[in-house]
């Protein structure tokens, strides 16, 4: 497993899960309906309603014999109650946490489990960018806070995804578990097909093949012939994806950044972020702010090619998290990603030059600040490797 690079896998099929209240009941009618096992891989998991519903459904199903396993992020987990993970181990669900905080780690607490996953039967995966909290899903609500996709995958695909887990799961027992052993030879990602319905491979980031889910995208949109869409959170890109970008935009491609809004869990981020707008609206890049909730899916189409999962394709990712993505080629999929981008589009602010000089000079002061502490933080970081 270490090192290894997922081929594409045909024969696949494809449900795009838009929102909690669309995705969070079908994973745990996934879980009541297990007959074998379960495993669930979460960075962010936090007690309330999301997380009651859900503990329940674990219980259950290894209170019936199903051989449940999770595997949480030990910082993203911090805030599940003593008594729930006592329920959990009571009735024989596995728990295991990745890199366990330590004061005396220091900046080894930065290496992080950013994946989102649930695998059941062996049969059937969901992966995107969901964490099992209120944000998420409130039982009984119509709509979420935060606005998140889910894929929902079944056929061969499924034991790629299985055996992403698994090396994980085993790995996640060693005392260096965080450790960056960078590959000697970094393998390249395989070229996608160039037609066909229900391909699909697993894109992943961990200390080994840290380079797989970002050289698929570079290569992606360098490639792209007629529009690249990029929807995250926290935008801080690469130097390598912002040069991607902006070639783009210069050949004439539709290229659109959707973006999160004013709604924010990290305002410092979207101000850092900003400092790149200038240049990139200059290249011909429309960029979109979304307006009504916290946009939190992390989502690309290039043309008919679609990645999504739990990398935020930001430098900071790309240094401390382990991240999984589905990429795929299916015209079914490709149509929903496309319909998800239009609405959300269609409910964002478009920032124009216009818009972008008419900025407040508190905005200004706020973008100057936290758009030079990130450059400090990334180049002492490049010191360190």
Known sequence: MPGTVFGWRSANRFNLLNDGPQFFPRMIAAIDAAQQQVELELYLIESGRCVELLVASLCAAAQRGV??????????????HANERKRLSDCGVQIRCY???????????????????LLVDANVAFTGGTGATDEFWVPDDAQSPWH????????????????LFEHQWRASVAKLSWMLR??????????PPESGDGHGRVAYADARQHR?????????????????WLATPYFLPTWKVRRALRKAASRGIDVRLL???????????????QRYYPRLLRSGIKIFEYQPRFLHLKMVLV???VSLGSCNFD??????????????LDSRLTQQVEQCFIDDFSQSLQVTHELWQQRPWWSRLQQRLWGWLDRVVVNLLDRRR
């Not at 698929?216 to 792209?224: D, E, G, K, P």
């Open 67 to 80: 051989q449940v396993r999770c595997l949480f992020d030990d910082y993203g987990a911090q805030a599940l």
């Open 303 to 305: 043309d008919q090619w």
């Open 212 to 228: 797989d889910i970002l050289q698929a995208l570079v290569r992606a949109v360098s490639n792209a012939e007629q529009r690249v």
């Open 99 to 117: 890199n366990p905080l330590r004061w005396r780690h220091g900046i080894r607490n930065f290496y992080r489990d950013h994946r989102k996953l």
């Open 148 to 163: 998140e996709v889910m894929v929902e995958i079944s056929g061969p695909l499924v034991a790629d995804w299985q055996s």
């Open 315 to 328: 430098h900071w990712n790309m240094r401390f998290n382990l991240d999984a993505n589905l990429e795929a």
């Open 259 to 273: 973006l999160s809004g004013r709604n924010t869990d990290h305002p410092s981020v979207r101000y850092a972020g």
């Open 182 to 191: 960078p590959s000697k030879r970094i393998k390249q990602p395989p070229i």
